[in-house]
């Protein structure tokens, strides 16, 4: 299920599968880096909730926008000179595409993947995972 729950398990699966420990990074800042980054692309949403503004295409749904920001939060956990910087890019940057990966699995709403590259939308059939229902605060799934 495409829901806050399953995108925050997603970033903690990321960091838990991660194959050596990044001896420059701390463990506790790379757990909310992942969670974070698994989170992130839906705070569009809060455009929706608090201003009424749909933002189309859902560019913060793409692998271009989980790239960008991964690379900023590889910056900020240890910048330039980490020896191990491959395998922690790779990590946070699993922990962000994870979440287009979920909501693709649920097959609700398109998705520009491969922006800014192209526009192109795209959604699966038949999803494969149940869907969370509608986004509301009183939605137990959210």
Do not use: K
């Not at 569009?44 to 926008?65: A, K, M, N």
């Not at 991964?70 to 922690?88: F, H």
């Not at 939308?121 to 799934?141: C, E, H, I, K, T």
């Amino acid at each position: 299920m495409s829901s806050l729950i399953a995108h925050v398990a997603a970033g903690i699966t990321a960091y838990a599968c991660r194959c050596s420990p990044e001896p420059r990074v701390r463990s506790l800042p790379l757990l909310a880096a992942c969670v974070g980054l698994a989170v992130l692309p839906d705070l569009d949403y809060l455009l929706w909730w608090w201003l009424r503004i749909q933002v189309e295409p859902r560019i913060t749904h793409s692998l271009g926008f989980a790239a960008v920001s991964a690379g900023l939060a590889w910056l900020l956990l240890c910048g330039w000179r980490s020896a191990g910087w491959a395998s922690l890019a790779l990590i946070l940057f699993t922990a962000a595409a994870s979440h287009e990966l979920l909501d693709f699995l649920v097959g609700v709403h398109p998705a520009p993947w491969l922006w800014p590259l192209s526009g192109a939308l795209f959604v699966l059939p038949q999803g494969l995972l149940p869907s969370a229902g509608r986004l509301d605060w009183g939605n137990v799934y959210l």
